[in-house]
C-alpha cells in the first residue's frame, strides 16, 4: 500500500517523546486503535513512515486515520495497564478485542451492598465498579455445583429482597442465612464471611484452609467447642471440593496459570487453567474475533488476555508463575507490571519440554476443542441461513431476524417482546419489550391480535427514518390469524413490501407465509425450520420472563403504596408498629401519630384515605 498518497496527522510533531498511550481518530472521530509505548513520539511516526513496512490490517487502519491524541504517564507499566483500561472501555475495531458474548458464566460479588450478594451471571460489564466478577468459566455444571455446596459450608443471604419485613425467613431457622433482612449480623462479620468465600474463587482455597485450620485450634484453646467443631466441619467440606479437582502437577506447591489458544481464520479460543499447589482449582476461557486482514500473532492475542484479565484481577490472585504456550512481545514490560501490582516477583515462562511443556500441551488441547466446538456451531448456523434462504425464496441470506411474541395471564400484564438474530445469533442488545397500552386489552380480557398489530406498530412506524437495523426476515410467533393481524399493520405503514414476514406454528412446526392458505412444505428438522423455531422459542422465553416481572411487581404493590405522602421507609414503620394493614386501617389518628416518623398531618392523610366512605 502507497502510503504517501495519504496525508499525515496535522497533530505528529506536537507529540512527546514520553511514555503513554496513544488513540487514532477517523474522521468521524471514532476510535480506529488504541496503542501504547515507552516513547511515543518514535512509536507513532513509524506509522506513517513509507520506508516502515506494515501489515495489511495496519495499513488499512493507517489509511484511515485523520488524528491522533495522547496520554502521557510516568512509566511504560502505567501506559500497559491504561491502554488495557482504555481498550476495554472503547473497544476500538482494529484492538485484538476479547468478546464475552455470554458464552460463559461469572461469579459476582457485589461489595457494593451493605451485605454483599454471591451469584453467577454472565453480564460481567454490568453493576458497580466495587463488585468483584470472577471468571469466566467454562464449566457452568462444575461452578453451579461448586456455589451449591459454598452455600452449604457458609451462611450467605439467600435472597435480593427479604421475604417478610418484620422477620426472617426459613433460611435462617436452618443455618442457611445469618438473618440479613432482619440485621441479625452485622455488615462487618457478614463481609468477612463473604471474603472467605472469595478466597475460593480467587484460587485460594488452601489459604483459607488454613486461616480456618488456626481460627479452630483458637476457638479449641478458648473451649468455645461448638464453634470450633462449626469449623471442622467447614475445613472438611472445603477439603471435599478441593479433592475432585485433577491433580496436574503432583508435590508442587508454587502458585501458577497455564495459558494457551487455538485459532482459524475467524475465532480465536483461550484457555487459563489456574493451578494451586498442584491442582487445578479453576477453568477460565476467553474467545477473541479475529477482523479481516487481522494477521495478529498469537503472542499479542495472549497479551491482551494476560493485561485484560490480571489487569482487573485482585493482586493477591496474581499467581508467581505463568506458563504460556507463546512468548508476548511485551513479556518484560508485563513481568515488571505483574510483579509490580502482586509486590512479589512474577515469572512469565515458555516451557519446551518436561512436565510444564506437557501441562501447557493440554491446555491447548482444551483451547482446540473449544474451537472445533464454535467452529461447529458456526457451520450450523451458515447451514441454517442458507436453507431459510431456499425455504422461503429469497434473493440474499437473512441476516437479521426479528422475531415477535405476546405473553399474559388472560389479558392481565400483556406484554410484547421483540428478540433479534444476527448471522443465526442471538444479539441481546437489539431486545426490546412492550408493555401492552390497548385499553381494549385488560385483566379477564385478551386479545393477542390486537396485542401484536400495536407492537408490530410501535415498532416499524418509523420506518422511513431506519437507516439501519432492518430485519430481512420478521417472524411471528403464531398461525395464520396472527400472521394476519401483523400483515395489516404493515401493509398500513407502508412497510410490507420491504421484509418477508412469516409466522411459525407450534403444533406441527409450519411456516405460513403471506399470500398463501396453507403451510410451506417442509421439514420440522432441517436447518432454516430449526433456527425459526430457536427464534421462535428466544422471543417466547423473553417474553414471559417480562411478563412475569410485571406480574411480581404488581404483586408487591400494597394498598399502602396509594397513601399520599406515603413513603417506603414509613411504610415500613408502619407495619412494624400495627403488624398488618388491617390495624392500620382500624387505627385512630392519635394512634398513627404514636408512630415514629408519622406526623399529624400525614396521619390525618392515612386515615382519611382508609375512612374516606364511612
Request: glycine share 6%.
Amino acid at each position: 500500500m502507497d502510503r504517501s498518497k495519504n496525508p499525515q496527522p496535522t497533530n505528529l510533531d506536537r507529540i512527546p517523546p514520553e511514555p503513554g498511550v496513544y488513540f487514532m481518530y477517523n474522521s468521524r472521530g471514532e476510535i480506529l486503535y488504541i496503542g501504547k509505548s515507552k516513547k511515543l513520539s518514535t512509536r507513532v511516526r513509524s506509522y506513517f513512515r513509507p520506508s516502515q513496512p506494515l501489515t495489511p490490517r495496519l495499513g488499512i487502519m493507517v489509511s484511515q486515520v485523520t488524528s491522533i491524541e495522547f496520554i502521557v504517564t510516568d512509566t511504560e507499566a502505567e501506559a500497559l495497564a491504561l491502554e488495557a483500561n482504555l481498550i476495554q472501555e472503547h473497544q476500538p475495531y482494529y484492538n485484538i478485542l476479547l468478546k464475552d458474548d455470554k458464552k460463559y458464566p461469572y461469579v459476582c460479588i457485589t461489595w457494593s451492598e451493605e451485605y454483599p450478594r454471591i451469584f453467577i451471571t454472565r453480564k460481567r460489564r454490568q453493576g458497580n465498579k466495587q463488585d468483584k466478577y470472577y471468571g469466566p468459566y467454562v464449566d457452568s455444571r462444575s461452578l453451579k455445583a461448586t456455589l451449591d455446596l459454598i452455600k452449604s459450608i457458609f451462611p450467605l443471604r439467600q435472597r435480593q429482597r427479604p421475604l417478610f419485613k418484620d422477620r426472617p425467613c426459613l433460611n435462617y431457622d436452618l443455618g442457611n442465612c445469618p438473618g440479613v433482612c432482619q440485621e441479625l449480623i452485622s455488615p462487618t462479620a457478614y463481609c468477612q464471611t463473604v471474603a472467605k468465600v472469595a478466597m475460593v474463587f480467587q484460587g485460594r482455597t488452601g489459604e483459607l484452609l488454613n486461616l480456618l485450620q488456626t481460627q479452630m485450634e483458637t476457638a479449641a484453646t478458648e473451649l468455645n467447642f461448638e464453634k470450633a467443631a462449626l469449623i471442622r466441619d467447614r475445613i472438611a467440606a472445603l477439603k471435599t471440593l478441593n479433592q475432585s479437582q485433577k491433580v496436574c502437577l503432583p508435590k508442587d506447591t508454587i502458585s501458577r496459570d497455564a495459558i494457551a489458544l487455538a485459532a482459524d481464520e475467524q475465532h480465536c479460543c483461550i484457555q487459563l487453567f489456574q493451578i494451586r499447589g498442584g491442582r487445578l482449582v479453576g477453568r477460565l476461557g476467553f474467545f477473541a474475533q479475529i477482523l479481516p486482514h487481522q494477521d495478529t500473532q498469537p503472542g499479542e492475542i495472549l497479551q491482551r488476555v494476560l493485561t485484560e484479565h490480571y489487569g482487573r484481577a485482585d493482586p493477591m490472585e496474581i499467581p508467581s508463575e505463568i506458563l504460556l504456550q507463546y512468548s508476548l512481545p511485551d513479556a518484560e514490560i508485563i513481568a515488571q507490571w505483574l510483579t509490580e501490582r502482586k509486590s512479589r516477583q512474577v515469572k512469565l515462562l515458555t516451557p519446551q519440554r518436561q512436565e510444564k511443556a506437557e501441562l501447557i500441551e493440554m491446555v491447548a488441547r482444551n483451547a482446540r476443542h473449544e474451537l472445533e466446538s464454535t467452529q461447529r456451531n458456526v457451520q450450523r448456523d451458515r447451514d441454517a441461513i442458507s436453507d431459510l434462504k431456499a425455504i422461503l425464496h429469497l434473493a440474499h441470506l437473512p441476516r437479521r431476524i426479528e422475531g415477535y411474541d405476546i405473553s399474559h395471564i388472560q389479558g392481565s400484564n400483556a406484554v410484547g417482546s421483540m428478540v433479534v438474530f444476527i448471522d443465526g445469533v442471538p444479539a441481546k442488545q437489539y431486545y426490546r419489550h412492550y408493555k401492552i397500552k390497548n385499553p381494549g386489552v385488560y385483566s379477564s380480557h385478551s386479545d393477542d391480535f390486537a396485542s401484536l398489530a400495536e407492537v408490530m406498530s410501535r415498532r416499524f412506524r418509523k420506518w422511513d427514518k431506519e437507516k439501519e437495523n432492518k430485519p430481512d426476515v420478521v417472524m411471528i410467533d403464531g398461525g395464520k390469524g396472527q400472521l394476519g393481524a401483523a400483515m395489516a399493520v404493515l401493509e398500513t405503514l407502508n412497510v410490507l413490501k420491504d421484509v418477508q414476514i412469516v409466522s411459525l406454528a407450534k403444533q406441527r412446526e409450519e411456516i405460513f407465509v403471506p399470500g398463501s392458505s396453507h403451510p410451506l412444505p417442509t421439514n420440522a428438522e432441517q436447518p432454516g425450520v430449526q433456527l425459526l423455531r430457536r427464534v421462535r422459542d428466544e422471543a417466547h422465553r423473553f417474553a414471559v420472563s417480562f411478563h412475569r416481572q410485571q406480574r411480581l411487581k404488581q404483586g408487591r404493590r400494597s394498598v399502602l403504596d396509594e397513601v399520599p405522602g406515603l413513603g417506603w421507609q414509613r411504610q415500613k414503620q408502619l407495619l412494624a408498629h400495627f403488624h398488618s394493614v388491617d390495624y392500620i386501617r382500624q387505627a385512630s389518628v392519635q394512634q398513627l401519630t404514636e408512630v415514629p416518623g408519622i406526623g399529624q398531618s400525614l396521619a390525618r392523610t392515612i386515615y382519611n384515605y382508609f375512612n374516606q366512605n364511612i
